[in-house]
């Protein structure tokens, strides 16, 4: 009779390989690596997941999930202000890159790997992307502000900018300076003044 999987298992090979994937890169770790980390056999593994991309899609499934929950979170103080839920996602990506062991964003990490992103890996990260933009343009629309591309693409930059120097030494303080640089851009394209957005 064959041997039951043991309860959580497959809960465990997902948190062992989005921790090896995140902090080594997805190249880098190989099946035999989450095997060890897991304490789980390969026949176990591989029952889980048939192949190492499967694996993959799987860790970037469930790290959408917890981002698109923290970012939800993040503007429910919000409530219908766009300008406020701006600020509170610039606040929480910063957020984000002061917790300990951040390496960037694991979308944006994955399609640096993997440019192509014509996998399903590829095609959850560039639609993490693609969605998180169109939320940033959305927002910005609803503002009603004369060149709305222009000021989402600043926004944009400011997020990007964040996820990029995040896990260096010392960008700690990069995040106070771009949540307060989006509330200078809102308050300029508004013509609101210099109001704190997120008081």
Request: charged share 25%; aromatic share 6%; proline share 5%.
């Amino acid at each position: 009779m064959a041997r039951k999987p043991a309860a959580g298992t497959r809960d465990r090979i997902i948190n062992v390989a989005a921790s090896l994937f995140y902090r080594s890169g997805v190249r880098a770790v190989g099946m035999n690596e989450i095997i060890d980390e897991a304490g789980c056999g390969k026949s176990l593994l591989y029952g889980h997941f048939p192949s190492k991309t499967e694996l993959v899609a799987e860790y970037l499934q469930v790290t959408r999930r917890a981002r698109d929950e923290s970012a939800q979170r993040a503007m429910h103080d919000a409530g219908d202000d766009p300008a406020a839920a701006l600020v509170a996602l610039t606040a929480e990506v910063a957020r984000k890159a002061r917790e300990p062991g951040f390496r960037g964003c694991a979308f944006r990490n994955y399609l640096a790997e993997f440019p192509n992103g014509d996998d399903a890996p590829g095609q959850i990260a560039s639609g993490y992307l693609r969605d998180t933009r169109s939320q940033v343009d959305g927002l910005v629309k609803r503002l009603g502000v004369a060149e709305p591309r222009i000021l989402a693409d600043r926004i944009w930059l400011i997020i990007e900018g964040i996820y990029g120097g995040g896990a260096r030494p010392g960008a700690g303080r990069l995040g106070p300076s771009a949540v307060s640089l989006v509330e200078e851009l809102i308050n300029d394209a508004t013509g609101s003044g210099r109001r704190s957005l997120t008081s």
